[in-house]
């Protein structure tokens, strides 16, 4: 999806949008003139992405969505282009402002038509169906006029969200549009930004009808979108700094075969600005450390006494990049789970922790996709997904620590209710070692004294970001290319001096 710099911060529920836009109609906007204001938006916005257009197709459904539908209508018939309105709701049943709006599209000189299996669809679709009232699995006709929109192989206008996509979580409804270009009103919407909204959403456009901004400002939200204005920082280092003061971080990890998953973890702890790294893992793989990043101390452990011996040191652990679910990695993670500092957990130590294994740590960040998060959950991945919000509320709730729900639109969560939301990255991420590189990253920075719910939002973005400028060459992005990258744009963000 592609995302302008000028989205607003703040994300909302569908109840709370509607809430806000009845606010601005008390405050003496009238809801006709909020109507004509979102297809003015939608007008222009369709006119920038395709100025050589001359033909839409408007499919209306039969609420406030359609209103907005049959005025984009009235405004590109009255620019001397061909229109046609396909009425998949009953237009004679409209009511209010969308009652309003049809009228306006006759006296335009709109042809409205019933819709049919059979209807001509041309020129540029406007999907006008559904809007963010709906809740359940879209029903007939609008199923059936929402897969012949997705099946023509037309360039598509959402007006407000792609019809069938759940405005809260992000979610399917059955069957959804997809749609080229998405203008969205008064308020963002979380669900346009996590689950399959991005891959729905096309390019997103904002537009928030010229609203009262103190309203608007005032309005509950129910999450943040983390950009560059609103990250945590690292506070720059004193001119006498030493590493002492910059956190010893251990990992633990790299069962026999998966050596690269623990690596990768150090090395992109030590690239973030950890002080001390340390590695604790398999013999077999001390050799291959030291030539990779000799900065790195690291050590053959094949006991859990060993490594409590090596822990007493630690301030920060993280825990589970490539550390399997056998017997040394049942012992090592039982030796560490009781230590009183903070520790990320990501791959196998979720899976035993799912398995009930081990204890959660008192304190720290758990890393899951959306497989461990189901498996945390006692649930399905295809129910995860279906509601990411609330997963990654109730593993945050259920062990009292911060999370991080990784996937298209990543969302942290705290147990006290906050929600973040990462919309940066690239679907050149999608391969191996790239959560080892996140789970560091975090590590580094609460290693730096960052609290966890900070650095997890930090650590996110300065990782999706590294992915997407990284991913500008295209497919084989590998995660060993990460650390460097981020470390640029962590100095970009956070200066290391003054």
């Not at 991005?198 to 950009?227: H, I, M, T, W, Y």
């Amino acid at each position: 999806m592609l995302l302008p710099a000028s989205l607003p911060l703040s994300l909302h529920s569908a109840e709370q949008v509607r809430a806000l836009d009845a606010q601005l109609i008390a405050a003496g906007t009238p809801g006709f003139e909020l109507m004509q204001r979102a297809a003015h938006a939608a007008w222009r916005a369709l006119r920038r992405r395709w100025p050589d257009a001359d033909e839409i197709t408007v499919l209306a459904g039969r609420g406030n969505n359609a209103g907005d539908g049959y005025l984009i209508a009235a405004l590109a018939r009255r620019a001397g282009w061909r229109v046609r309105v396909l009425a998949v709701g009953d237009a004679a049943a409209l009511n209010g402002d969308a009652a309003q709006a049809c009228a306006e599209a006759r006296r335009a000189g709109v042809d409205i038509l019933p819709w049919s299996e059979c209807a001509p669809l041309a020129g540029i679709l406007v999907d006008a169906l559904l809007g963010t009232g709906l809740a359940g699995a879209v029903r007939e006709p609008y199923g059936q006029a929402i897969r012949m929109l997705n099946q023509s192989g037309l360039p598509v206008l959402a007006v407000d969200i792609p019809s069938g996509l759940n405005a809260d979580s992000g979610a399917c409804l059955g069957v959804a549009v997809c749609a080229d270009l998405t203008v969205t009103f008064i308020a963002l919407k979380l669900g346009l930004l996590t689950g399959v909204g991005p891959e729905l959403c096309g390019e997103l456009k904002f537009d928030n009808l010229q609203g009262d901004a103190q309203l608007s400002a005032q309005a509950p939200s129910v999450a943040q979108r983390l950009d560059s204005a609103n990250l945590p920082r690292l506070s720059a280092r004193s001119p006498v700094a030493h590493k002492g003061q910059f956190g010893h971080l251990l990992v633990v990890g790299g069962d026999l075969g998966m050596g690269g998953a623990a690596l990768l973890c150090a090395d992109s702890a030590l690239r973030a600005g950890a002080g001390l790294v340390s590695l604790a893992t398999r013999s077999e793989h001390v050799a291959a450390s030291l030539v990779r990043r000799p900065e790195i101390m690291c050590a053959a452990i094949a006991s859990a006494n060993q490594l409590l011996a090596l822990s007493e040191r630690a301030d920060v652990c993280v825990v589970g990049p490539g550390l399997g679910q056998g017997a040394w990695s049942r012992s090592l993670l039982s030796a560490v789970c009781g230590l009183d500092v903070p520790q990320v957990w990501d791959a196998d130590a979720l899976n035993l922790l799912a398995a009930g294994q081990v204890t959660a740590p008192g304190q720290g960040v758990l890393t899951p996709h959306p497989g461990e998060a189901a498996r945390l959950l006692g649930s399905d991945t295809a129910s995860v997904q279906a509601d990411r919000p609330a997963a990654a509320r109730a593993l945050a709730q259920r062990f009292g620590l911060v999370v991080v729900l990784k996937g298209a639109g990543s969302l942290i969560a705290e147990p006290g209710g906050r929600l973040a939301l990462c919309d940066r990255g690239h679907p050149a991420m999608a391969g191996a070692g790239l959560g080892d590189v996140l789970a560091g990253l975090i590590g580094a920075l609460l290693a730096q004294g960052m609290a966890a719910y900070d650095a997890a939002c930090l650590a996110v973005w300065l990782h999706a970001r590294a992915g997407e400028v990284l991913a500008a060459q295209g497919r084989g992005l590998a995660a060993g290319d990460l650390p460097c990258t981020i470390r640029q744009l962590l100095e970009e963000l956070c200066p290391c001096v003054k």
